[in-house]
């Protein structure tokens, strides 16, 4: 098959009757009314990335804590899980938890994994590293709100309102700010699948194989930052493969599925060669043992607090997108809204996040909101065809820059009020976390092993061999049999195994721990301190020091 150059487009000499077959021609002006206030937009669109910029440095800032003098910076406690097997890559150990043992994939996101094994090649010190992180997720933020607006101005070209109110709406949400801010590959996926989106338009718009090519690697990096993306990379080769025109679909269908197919293989190779499972041990532990009417229970549960309380405000603005003024670019719309939906379902499909808070999109679904943002754009503007019978056409500016003022107050007032007198959620304990694996470095030998529930910055700063007490680091619970009730990544432990076998010399938590748990460590000899870590008084690695408290 002869493949085009890349100036070349796909649909070069293709006959007018075959370009109706699959693609659209360009994308025509969309509204009869004239654009007012293109200067204007320009304006509030420079000012909300600034203010956006203004409070990302406010919120890391805030992030910090101070132990000895020095400021030190953490992260989300999943993501110090990925920063501990960073740390291990980086200092020559492997892929691994922990140094020397039989590597097990604790990870999801082996994409930003390397990625932050580099930061750990800069010449940082380790109380600065996680703030590496940080200072990625602040671009990572403005590029997905850089390709929102270029998506916006490739569906509406003559309303400049649409891509404007769909990224202010996308770099000011705080769910979107708080994963990426916080370490999580939240913001990298959620950037790459705009990319896959904006190469996937180009490609039915203008059918270039620069586009086609893009598409197929950004798949691949997708796939890379998260197996589960593997669902909206699908509905995007498949839109690709029907929207163009049917001379090349077969060329389209080889570029994607060799992204998609693969990237999947290989990564999967790897997996089975290095860790010896052909899933993630993450899959073990979380969809293993549990019913699917359980996970779909829960899954539904939750997504209704988020869906009807949180979401009602852009999703039913989005509906007003279907008014025959844009016509020309349903099947984008379309597009927008299936990606969307998928997430969702797969949201309710694996039972939720284990972090389901109210006003709050958990991280599957939070990938998908500037998706339902540009909905949300032409809503607006769909909303505005319909009353401009009405309202002289000078007030345009004013009706969007209303709509989303309204918008942004209703999404996230009340996440931005609990920042402002919490720092956020978890930020505080996720820094005693850090203090609390300080501590242990100092006052304990590195022959010491710890167990752990929160499984990322203890054993991150502490360097010692970590025992991972809910398993997303330990082969044997993740393939276990769960306990108590469905909570993503928390309902699998066994002390006996764990505490019994492993013998780690400090506890610094246990989980749902009973009295019989709490009879059965006294039993084997562990003392409970007042700090509230369980030690083995006969442990030859642990100093004196172990004794003292932890506060910020």
């Given at each position: 098959?002869?493949?085009?150059?890349?100036?070349?487009?796909?649909?070069?000499?293709?006959?007018?009757?075959?370009?109706?077959?699959?693609?659209?021609?360009?994308?025509?002006?969309?509204?009869?009314?004239?654009?007012?206030?293109?200067?204007?937009?320009?304006?509030?669109?420079?000012?909300?990335?600034?203010?956006?910029?203004?409070?990302?440095?406010?919120?890391?800032?805030?992030?910090?804590?101070?132990?000895?003098?020095?400021?030190?910076?953490?992260?989300?406690?999943?993501?110090?899980?990925?920063?501990?097997?960073?740390?291990n890559l980086a200092t020559g150990h492997g892929l691994v938890w922990n140094p020397g043992e039989y590597?097990?994939?604790?990870?999801?996101?082996?994409?930003?994994?390397?990625?932050?094994?580099?930061?750990h090649w800069l010449p940082l010190p380790e109380a600065k590293i996680s703030l590496g992180v940080m200072?990625?997720?602040?671009?990572?933020?403005?590029?997905?709100?850089?390709?929102?607006?270029?998506?916006?101005?490739?569906?509406?070209?003559?309303?400049?309102?649409?891509?404007?109110?769909?990224?202010?709406?996308?770099?000011?949400?705080?769910?979107?700010?708080?994963?990426?801010?916080?370490?999580?590959?939240?913001?990298?996926?959620?950037?790459?699948?705009?990319?896959?989106?904006?190469?996937?338009?180009?490609?039915?718009?203008?059918?270039?194989?620069?586009?086609?090519?893009?598409?197929?690697?950004?798949?691949?990096?997708?796939?890379?930052?998260?197996?589960?993306?593997?669902?909206?990379?699908?509905?995007?080769?498949?839109?690709?493969?029907?929207?163009?025109?049917?001379?090349?679909?077969?060329?389209?269908?080889?570029?994607?599925?060799?992204?998609?197919?693969?990237?999947?293989?290989?990564?999967?190779?790897?997996?089975?060669?290095?860790?010896?499972?052909?899933?993630?041990?993450?899959?073990?532990?979380?969809?293993?043992?549990?019913?699917?009417?359980?996970?779909?229970?829960?899954?539904?549960?939750?997504?209704?607090?988020?869906?009807?309380?949180?979401?009602?405000?852009?999703?039913?603005?989005?509906?007003?997108?279907?008014?025959?003024?844009?016509?020309?670019?349903?099947?984008?719309?379309?597009?927008?809204?299936?990606?969307?939906?998928?997430?969702?379902?797969?949201?309710?499909?694996?039972?939720?996040?284990?972090?389901?808070?109210?006003?709050?999109?958990?991280?599957?679904?939070?990938?998908?909101?500037?998706?339902?943002?540009?909905?949300?754009?032409?809503?607006?503007?769909?909303?505005?065809?319909?009353?401009?019978?009405?309202?002289?056409?000078?007030?345009?500016?004013?009706?969007?820059?209303?709509?989303?003022v309204l918008l942004v107050l209703t999404l996230n007032l009340a996440n931005f009020q609990n920042w402002?007198?919490?720092?956020?959620?978890?930020?505080?304990?996720?820094?005693?976390?850090?203090?609390?694996?300080?501590?242990?470095?100092?006052?304990?030998?590195?022959?010491?092993?710890?167990?752990?529930?929160?499984?990322?910055?203890?054993?991150?700063?502490?360097?010692?061999?970590?025992?991972?007490?809910?398993?997303?680091?330990?082969?044997?619970?993740?393939?276990?049999?769960?306990?108590?009730?469905?909570?993503?990544?928390?309902?699998?432990?066994?002390?006996?195994?764990?505490?019994?076998?492993?013998?780690?010399?400090?506890?610094?938590?246990?989980?749902?721990?009973?009295?019989?748990?709490?009879?059965?460590?006294?039993?084997?000899?562990?003392?409970?301190?007042?700090?509230?870590?369980?030690?083995?008084?006969?442990?030859?690695?642990?100093?004196?020091?172990?004794?003292?408290?932890?506060?910020?």
């Amino acid at each position: 098959m002869e493949f085009h150059s890349t100036d070349e487009p796909l649909s070069a000499g293709i006959t007018e009757a075959q370009t109706s077959v699959g693609s659209s021609p360009p994308l025509p002006a969309l509204s009869t009314q004239p654009n007012f206030g293109q200067p204007t937009g320009y304006w509030i669109l420079w000012g909300a990335f600034l203010i956006g910029a203004v409070f990302y440095l406010c919120f890391i800032g805030k992030s910090g804590f101070r132990v000895q003098g020095e400021l030190y910076f953490s992260l989300f406690d999943d993501a110090m899980v990925s920063m501990r097997y960073a740390q291990n890559l980086a200092t020559g150990h492997g892929l691994v938890w922990n140094p020397g043992e039989y590597p097990v994939e604790g990870y999801t996101n082996p994409l930003w994994t390397l990625w932050m094994c580099c930061l750990h090649w800069l010449p940082l010190p380790e109380a600065k590293i996680s703030l590496g992180v940080m200072v990625t997720g602040m671009g990572i933020l403005f590029w997905s709100g850089w390709l929102v607006f270029s998506i916006g101005k490739k569906l509406t070209p003559h309303q400049i309102w649409v891509p404007v109110t769909a990224t202010i709406l996308t770099m000011w949400y705080y769910p979107l700010i708080f994963w990426t801010l916080r370490g999580m590959e939240v913001g990298l996926l959620t950037a790459l699948l705009l990319c896959g989106v904006k190469q996937a338009i180009n490609l039915e718009t203008n059918c270039h194989s620069r586009s086609l090519k893009r598409l197929a690697i950004v798949m691949g990096l997708c796939l890379l930052t998260r197996t589960d993306a593997l669902i909206p990379c699908s509905l995007l080769m498949f839109f690709a493969i029907v929207r163009v025109p049917e001379t090349y679909r077969l060329q389209v269908a080889i570029w994607c599925g060799a992204g998609l197919v693969g990237t999947l293989a290989l990564h999967t190779f790897f997996r089975f060669a290095y860790y010896g499972d052909w899933l993630p041990n993450t899959y073990y532990l979380k969809m293993t043992g549990v019913s699917l009417g359980e996970r779909l229970s829960r899954g539904w549960f939750c997504f209704q607090s988020t869906g009807f309380k949180h979401l009602y405000a852009p999703v039913g603005m989005s509906f007003f997108a279907i008014i025959p003024a844009f016509r020309p670019i349903r099947s984008f719309l379309v597009l927008l809204a299936i990606l969307f939906t998928a997430q969702c379902g797969y949201s309710v499909y694996v039972g939720g996040d284990a972090w389901e808070l109210p006003d709050f999109t958990n991280r599957y679904l939070c990938i998908a909101m500037p998706l339902l943002f540009l909905l949300t754009g032409v809503g607006i503007q769909g909303f505005w065809e319909i009353i401009s019978k009405w309202i002289p056409p000078r007030f345009a500016p004013i009706h969007a820059t209303v709509c989303g003022v309204l918008l942004v107050l209703t999404l996230n007032l009340a996440n931005f009020q609990n920042w402002q007198k919490n720092g956020g959620f978890q930020v505080k304990n996720d820094g005693l976390a850090a203090q609390i694996g300080l501590t242990l470095r100092n006052c304990t030998q590195p022959e010491a092993s710890i167990g752990v529930v929160w499984a990322g910055a203890t054993p991150y700063f502490a360097h010692r061999r970590a025992i991972d007490l809910l398993g997303k680091s330990d082969r044997v619970i993740a393939h276990g049999l769960p306990k108590g009730r469905f909570l993503p990544g928390h309902n699998k432990w066994d002390y006996s195994y764990s505490i019994g076998q492993l013998h780690p010399d400090v506890i610094v938590r246990l989980w749902n721990a009973t009295d019989a748990d709490f009879r059965y460590l006294q039993l084997l000899g562990y003392r409970y301190l007042e700090n509230h870590l369980w030690v083995n008084p006969a442990s030859p690695y642990l100093n004196p020091c172990i004794h003292q408290s932890f506060t910020l």
